[in-house]
């Protein structure tokens, strides 16, 4: 059954089609907080279960990952034409990941940063709430 937001009249997605969501794309968008400001970065990423993971260099994203704030992902799809689309936010906290194991296990994935850098350092979002919206054309 589909869920239509009162306010807004736009469609909202259950946990299922937002995870579904997810899992389409490799390219997204996370907010952390540096110095008490929002700064939102691209990157490439993929699912883990339910948490997002992606890879990193030393920099403000890995800084703020180690000072425990809070995050926002954010994942988008458009058809301007149409003026369809859909959207994912994914609020929670990142954590290194540092496990051996874990490491291992994320390797499988074959998540490769786009850039030459070298980015070791794996970092997963765990959701503690995952929200989504659809505009679909009306007839």
Known sequence: MRMI???????VMDRAE???????????????VEAGHPVIFPVNYALD????????????KLDATMK???????VD?????????????????AR???NADDIAR????????WSEHRKDNWV?????RISGRRIVATA
């Open 49 to 60: 279960g339910e948490h997002i993971v992606f890879r990193t260099a030393e920099g403000t």
């Open 77 to 93: 799809d458009t058809d301007r034409h149409t003026r369809t689309g859909w959207s994912v936010i994914v609020t929670g906290w």
């Open 124 to 128: 997963a979002i765990h959701p503690e």
């Open 18 to 32: 937002c995870l579904q969501a997810l899992r389409s794309d490799d390219v997204g968008r996370v907010a952390v």
């Open 106 to 113: 994320l390797e499988q994935l074959d998540l490769q940063p």
């Open 68 to 74: 425990g704030g809070p995050v926002s992902f954010e």
């Open 96 to 98: 290194v990941v540092t």
């Open 5 to 11: 937001d009162g306010r807004t009249g736009i469609e």
